[in-house]
């Protein structure tokens, strides 16, 4: 390290490193296309992330060192490279989006487009991203996230490399490594506080793009030290340590972080032992060649294409399915790379003061800017439609942000005369559904909400061995809250994703040792597997015996009736809940009647929804359970009946 210099750099054409982006377009697109043996082919995108440092940066550092180097140079390249495929695809998504989407589906595309074509969607993702982020089936501009990254990293990266080259030209090296390791660490520690900042944000995944630049020095390393053999090893370990976790990692598993460091090594490795390597003919043969040269285009159409056929469909891919779309995006890419990213890269009249390049791209960023913000403020242009159909936009976001803490805590719904009771309520997103149906019905008193999280079940345990602390914490705090002794009753109820009855038991003596109220566990609702609202337009009526009939195939009833009876069971079984008050709430039947063939996602009067999204209701939903549960259990909206129950 201590030998930083980089001297004598040149330009130089690498058809392996071609293929590597090959590799990692189509690592990405068989994870999208949802095939099963590629559960963590989003690492694709890391893989982007260091070939793009280490391409910019030898660019810069050549042309830094032969003297040509300018910003304004330097950005009419980005400008011409990246932004002619760029907006021709947000145009396109937003023409097929005003034939095909629902209004409220339409309104979200033009924000979203707005912030794709400022470079920016990473933000905007990250700020609905979360439990709460609705379906990807209406997002087909979800993958700029990567490419807004990329481009905020050419915005910042230039004047840092640049100035450190001129102030650290020896210590280059060191200063490069300080910033992966910054940044790797800060990405470890603060994935627990906000993961989905982590995965989105650029200073979080700067490491990635600051490994491909250490690969300049390293390279030069190899070359000098390494024989063929070597470089082949190098190059066939690189292999490996991109395909396996591709392979074997999912969406669960800790990213980005430390084990990054496994498939960008990789990516690394080929840089750097793949120019000498025998086996880079793996990489460099024509066809993964080609394919890499139009992976970006390959990138840019193979997302919009896979949503909207979704939404169209939903349903699940075949395999033949799977093949076309496959085949589609990868012709479609290479028609827009020879079409579009060809004509417009390069300059026809060389050696101009002033690229009018800069012009039109703003024209037209302006008019894609605007027709966003025009989208957005029609509602998602909702006279395309009988208003019959749909929810309008603003009841859904009104409902969906009643979910979020900073509403439901400040909007009144929790505040009431402790002389008409006090309840806590406890569990998940899922019981604020409960608060609802309370207050709406009568519940006049106070109600405590102690939330356990969205990423964890039976009150506190983690769904995911990645978030154990996180939902270790939050249990603790829960249990140490001042108003277990002071409450009437206690109101349990999550989603219940899993069932796990002897943690449920110790969950139960927990909270029952924090308090003498009875205790009251609320079973499952019924949820569906796709958005309520994707739903009713497939179902293509507007009669609301049609809908809710058609919305049955999409039902997870046997999932929930499954753990409804074992929760039933369990307490029908074990006298321990009766000697000490606590009793368990069926919901299924009272949403589905006795049968458990009455569940309904709109309402029969007027069509209004009763869920915004699979599984949370709206408040319409939540008055109308509220009012089956107060017709078969009225004690709940009275504490004095509690007391004599």
Not at 298 to 316: A, E, G
Not at 385 to 395: I, K, R, V, Y
Request: net charge neutral; charged share 20%; with cysteine.
């Amino acid at each position: 390290m201590h030998n930083s210099r980089i001297d004598k750099l040149t330009k130089e054409y690498r058809p392996e490193l071609n293929g590597l982006r090959g590799l990692a377009v189509l690592l990405v697109l068989f994870y999208h296309l949802e095939f099963e043996w590629m559960k963590g082919g989003f690492l694709g995108v890391d893989i982007f992330l260091v070939i793009s440092g280490y391409f910019i940066s030898r660019n810069i550092l050549v042309d830094v060192q032969l003297n040509l180097f300018t910003y304004s140079r330097f950005y009419t390249k980005r400008i011409r490279r990246l932004f002619p495929a760029l907006l021709l695809t947000i145009i396109l998504t937003m023409a097929a989006g005003y034939m095909l989407f629902a209004p409220g589906d339409y309104q979200r595309l033009g924000l979203s487009s707005f912030f794709s074509t400022v470079s920016a969607s990473n933000f905007f993702f990250w700020s609905e991203a979360g439990y709460f982020d609705g379906s990807t089936i209406a997002k087909p501009l979800l993958h700029m996230w990567s490419l807004s990254l990329e481009e905020q990293f050419y915005l910042i990266w230039p004047f840092l490399l640049v100035t450190a080259f001129g102030l650290y030209r020896k210590r280059l090296l060191f200063f490069i490594l300080t910033g992966v390791l910054l940044s790797l660490f800060s990405a470890e520690i603060l994935f627990a506080v906000d993961r989905s900042a982590v995965f989105y944000l650029i200073p979080f995944r700067m490491f990635e793009f600051m490994l491909g630049a250490a690969c300049i020095w390293f390279e030069r390393a190899s070359y000098a030290k390494l024989n063929k053999f070597k470089h082949d090893f190098l190059f066939s370990l690189g292999l490996v340590l991109m395909i396996l976790p591709s392979i074997y990692f999912s969406q669960h598993t800790k990213l980005p972080g430390f084990l990054s460091l496994i498939p960008c090594g990789g990516a690394m490795f080929v840089i750097i032992g793949g120019k000498k390597a025998f086996l880079n003919r793996l990489l460099s043969n024509k066809i993964v060649e080609y394919i890499g040269k139009a992976s970006y285009s390959i990138y840019l159409v193979h997302w919009p294409l896979i949503v909207f056929y979704t939404y169209v469909t939903l349903t699940d891919f075949s395999i033949y399915e799977q093949v076309v779309l496959g085949l589609l995006s990868i012709g479609l890419g290479f028609l827009m790379w020879h079409y579009i990213e060809n004509t417009f890269r390069y300059p026809r009249k060389k050696n101009m003061k002033f690229d009018p390049a800069w012009i039109i791209v703003l024209v037209i960023v302006t008019g894609i800017c605007l027709f966003s913000k025009v989208t957005y403020e029609s509602g998602g242009f909702v006279s395309r439609f009988t208003g019959e159909l749909f929810m309008s936009n603003e009841e859904l976001l009104e409902n969906r942000k009643n979910y979020w803490m900073e509403t439901y805590s400040n909007n009144g719904i929790l505040k009431g005369e402790l002389d008409e009771g006090h309840v806590i309520v406890l569990g998940n997103s899922h019981a604020i559904d409960l608060i609802y149906a309370l207050r709406f019905n009568g519940f006049d008193g106070k109600i405590t909400s102690l939330q356990s999280g969205s990423r964890c079940y039976n009150f506190g345990s983690p769904e995911q061995k990645i978030d154990s602390d996180f939902c270790k914490t939050r249990k603790s705090q829960n249990l140490k809250a001042q108003e277990w002794g002071q409450v009437d009753a206690v109101y349990v109820h999550d989603d219940w994703p899993i069932l796990d009855i002897p943690d449920f038991r110790i969950a139960i003596r927990e909270i029952k040792s924090k308090t003498n109220a009875p205790i009251y566990v609320f079973g499952p609702k019924i949820r569906y597997t796709e958005n309520v609202p994707d739903i009713v337009r497939m179902s293509k009526s507007i009669v609301p015996e049609v809908i809710n009939e058609y919305a049955r195939k999409y039902s997870e009833l046997a999932t929930k009736q499954k753990i409804n009876n074992a929760l039933a069971n369990e307490f029908e079984s074990n006298i321990y809940y009766h000697e000490n008050q606590i009793r368990y709430i069926d919901l299924l039947h009272l949403q589905g009647g006795k049968e458990l063939d009455e569940f309904e996602i709109v309402a029969p009067d007027n069509l209004e929804f009763l869920y915004f999204d699979g599984g949370h209701l709206t408040q319409r939903g939540s008055k109308q359970l509220g009012k089956r549960m107060k017709t078969n259990h009225p004690y709940l909206f009275d504490t004095k009946m509690i007391m004599n129950e």
